[in-house]
């Protein structure tokens, strides 16, 4: 079982932790008001033991600068998605528009002599260049006799859209008179019309690639929708990226023309660029990669290379606990599964009031705005208190402006569906840590009779007394909880039971009739975890500020990075490896250094360490 709070709340040295005794699962008094603390520990979310934990630790800073934590989507086992080029146009699309050029030349010769019938060789030879100098803002005006005459004017607007498909025309006046007005087809503008006039051959969604830096996978994606024109819900991707790093992934939307997005992209900040447009067949869903590359650099650290290489090499052979990390459950002082635990339950408004009220931690402004909104539920002024990279909190408002507070599903469902899905998932994950940390508590690095494993048909079935032998810790699963999954049958399951009923839930009882993503199937999960790649190489360097890894904005605009020297300074560990998808790099650091990964813990050793430099 899960040690108290006040037990559980101390550093890898044993020093206590200068905050608040305050139960994770307690919400019913709020912040400020309210009393939770600032950070949340490892311990806080179920992660609290290690696969060896006879090997020695050794400090080191990750995420010291965000250009050290290098995240890159892998998808169809082994791609690796990069950033490579921006502002370049699909192949399908410039296949079509090379066609439709070719397609423009065919009949100039009849095209021209039609238009010298009806507007004279002067205004003839400027429509055909018009029509072939390809996509432009400018407008052609034409003026004549033709004006003059009705019929006349029908049959020049009737000859320019018979041979120009891709030319629009109409009848305008300015200061010296009225004029014919040429201009290209506005016709990719526009989400429904877009959609129209979309070729029955052409892949039915465009897929990019997303480069962010130093910010929120939801917060990036609002940006690119306000830039083109399009809510932020209509862009699919396979999960989120951390914040505090530089993440690829790829993006995908409906019927949307590429050119929109390279629009957007001239609009946005180098912490979001767009790139590697291309039409596919299919949309991406939760899930829908294969795992993740990093790139992560660990500074400053203390250790001989003898450990790290030791270190590395266990992990490299055995890997590390499977645990959820702590990016899962939110970097607040509210974590996610709070606010999904009042999801699944059906107290929305109390997970909408989780999500807005006060709470410590947050800056000025922020704690400002909040303390407005707890104080007078006044969200339409609540809103434009709210700085606008709070995405969430800011999309909520808007919902109750919309909705009000008496509708709580219908204000909560403006939220992006992946983030509540997010809310609802880290329930899961958090009881899942425990069960592993009080399963490795039972048995140590070895499996229990009533365990679950993956048969040679690839089902779940129990370990017995007769098949123990035949299996190691690698083998184990642990499920997440949920109406279509099988439970150990052992002590772990009464365990489960227990913790799940503290907060009003039964795993046995998980469907619900309300909204699909509060109704939990389940899942099965490794209690360990073995990189896919396992690479790491010892470096040293001088600069502590300086950028030491290359990323992929860096390649493209040519950006050069300090490098390594050979006798510096300070000590670098650079590893390079790739997880499935839902595997933490985090945890795995956790393992490789025995040290948490918690902001509070590399809070302290930094403070520990500034005082002997």
């Known amino acids: 079982?899960?040690?108290?709070?006040?037990?559980?709340?101390?550093?890898?040295?044993?020093?206590?932790?200068?905050?608040?005794?305050?139960?994770?699962?307690?919400?019913?008094?709020?912040?400020?008001?309210?009393?939770?603390?600032?950070?949340?520990?490892?311990?806080?979310?179920?992660?609290?033991?290690?696969?060896?934990?006879?090997?020695?630790?050794?400090?080191?800073?990750?995420?010291?600068?965000?250009?050290?934590?290098?995240?890159?989507?892998?998808?169809?086992?082994?791609?690796?998605?990069?950033?490579?080029?921006?502002?370049?146009?699909?192949?399908?699309?410039?296949?079509?528009?090379?066609?439709?050029?070719?397609?423009?030349?065919?009949?100039?010769?009849i095209k021209l002599n039609n238009l010298v019938e009806v507007v004279g060789q002067e205004l003839?030879?400027?429509?055909?260049?018009?029509?072939?100098?390809?996509?432009?803002?400018?407008?052609?005006?034409?003026?004549?006799?033709?004006?003059?005459?009705?019929?006349?004017?029908?049959?020049?607007?009737?000859?320019?859209?018979?041979?120009?498909?891709?030319?629009?025309?109409?009848?305008?006046?300015?200061?010296?008179?009225?004029?014919?007005?040429?201009?290209?087809?506005?016709?990719?503008?526009?989400?429904?019309?877009?959609?129209?006039?979309?070729?029955?051959?052409?892949?039915?969604?465009?897929?990019?690639v997303l480069h962010k830096i130093n910010c929120?996978?939801?917060?990036?994606?609002?940006?690119?929708?306000?830039?083109?024109?399009?809510?932020?819900?209509?862009?699919?991707?396979?999960?989120?990226?951390?914040?505090?790093?530089?993440?690829?992934?790829?993006?995908?939307?409906?019927?949307?023309?590429?050119?929109?997005?390279?629009?957007?992209?001239?609009?946005?900040?180098?912490?979001?660029?767009?790139?590697?447009?291309?039409?596919?067949?299919?949309?991406?869903?939760?899930?829908?990669h294969t795992g993740n590359h990093f790139t992560i650099l660990l500074r400053n650290v203390q250790a001989e290379d003898a450990l790290l290489n030791q270190a590395c090499q266990q992990i490299a052979d055995h890997g590390f606990i499977n645990y959820f990390g702590t990016q899962r459950f939110g970097a607040g002082s509210i974590p996610n599964h709070l606010i999904g635990i009042k999801c699944i339950n059906g107290e929305y408004l109390e997970a909408i009031d989780l999500i807005l009220d006060p709470r410590e931690g947050d800056s000025r402004k922020v704690t400002e705005a909040r303390k407005f909104y707890y104080d007078t539920r006044d969200a339409t002024k609540a809103w434009k208190k709210f700085p606008r990279n709070y995405h969430i909190e800011s999309t909520l408002l808007k919902g109750i402006v919309k909705h009000?507070?008496?509708?709580?599903?219908?204000?909560?469902?403006?939220?992006?569906?992946?983030?509540?899905?997010?809310?609802?998932?880290?329930?899961?994950?958090?009881?899942?840590n425990r069960m592993v940390t009080k399963h490795l508590e039972l048995g140590g690095i070895n499996p229990l009779v009533g365990d679950l494993v993956k048969n040679s048909e690839g089902?779940?079935?129990?370990?017995?007394?007769?098949?123990?032998?035949?299996?190691?810790?690698?083998?184990?699963?642990?499920?997440?909880?949920?109406?279509?999954?099988?439970?150990?049958?052992?002590?772990?399951?009464?365990?489960?039971?227990?913790?799940?009923?503290?907060?009003?839930?039964?795993p046995e009882d998980m469907k619900r009739d309300g909204p699909s993503e509060f109704s939990?199937?389940?899942?099965?999960?490794?209690?360990?975890?073995?990189?896919?790649?396992?690479?790491?190489?010892?470096h040293q360097y001088d600069d502590p500020e300086a950028t030491l890894l290359e990323n992929d904005l860096d390649v493209l605009k040519g950006t050069n990075v300090d490098s390594f020297k050979e006798n510096g300074e300070f000590k670098a560990l650079k590893l390079r490896f790739i997880l499935d998808s839902s595997t933490y790099a985090t945890m795995l650091i956790r393992e490789l250094t025995h040290k948490s990964t918690s902001a509070l813990s590399r809070k302290k050793m930094r403070e520990a360490l500034n005082k002997t430099q």
């Open 520 to 538: 939990l199937p389940g899942g099965y999960r490794e209690i360990v975890k073995v990189p896919v790649v396992f690479d790491w190489s010892i």
């Open 404 to 432: 009000g507070r008496n509708d709580a599903l219908g204000s909560l469902n403006s939220i992006p569906r992946n983030m509540r899905l997010m809310y609802a998932h880290s329930v899961q994950s958090w009881f899942w």
């Open 216 to 288: 929120e996978t939801n917060y990036a994606l609002g940006q690119v929708a306000k830039y083109a024109g399009v809510k932020p819900k209509a862009f699919s991707i396979s999960g989120t990226k951390d914040k505090r790093a530089v993440t690829s992934q790829y993006v995908t939307i409906y019927k949307m023309y590429a050119d929109r997005i390279i629009r957007a992209n001239g609009r946005l900040n180098d912490n979001i660029k767009l790139g590697n447009l291309e039409y596919v067949d299919d949309q991406l869903n939760l899930g829908s």
């Open 459 to 506: 089902e779940m079935t129990h370990i017995t007394e007769e098949t123990i032998g035949n299996y190691t810790l690698a083998d184990v699963f642990i499920p997440l909880p949920g109406f279509s999954v099988k439970y150990p049958q052992n002590e772990l399951f009464d365990f489960l039971k227990t913790i799940m009923g503290e907060v009003g839930l039964n």
């Open 124 to 208: 003839a030879d400027q429509i055909m260049e018009f029509a072939n100098i390809g996509q432009t803002k400018e407008v052609l005006k034409l003026r004549g006799p033709f004006l003059e005459d009705k019929a006349l004017r029908t049959n020049v607007h009737v000859t320019i859209k018979t041979y120009f498909e891709t030319l629009e025309t109409s009848t305008c006046e300015d200061e010296e008179g009225s004029y014919i007005s040429v201009k290209w087809s506005n016709r990719r503008r526009g989400g429904q019309r877009q959609r129209r006039d979309w070729p029955a051959d052409k892949p039915k969604y465009l897929r990019f």
């Open 1 to 109: 079982m899960a040690q108290p709070a006040a037990k559980r709340q101390k550093l890898d040295n044993g020093e206590p932790l200068p905050v608040k005794e305050v139960s994770p699962i307690d919400t019913s008094s709020k912040p400020d008001i309210v009393g939770t603390r600032v950070y949340v520990t490892e311990a806080d979310l179920g992660i609290e033991t290690y696969l060896e934990p006879d090997r020695p630790s050794f400090i080191s800073f990750f995420k010291e600068r965000f250009s050290d934590f290098i995240v890159r989507e892998v998808v169809d086992q082994d791609q690796i998605v990069h950033l490579t080029e921006m502002d370049v146009e699909p192949q399908w699309d410039i296949d079509f528009r090379i066609n439709a050029e070719k397609k423009l030349t065919v009949d100039d010769d």
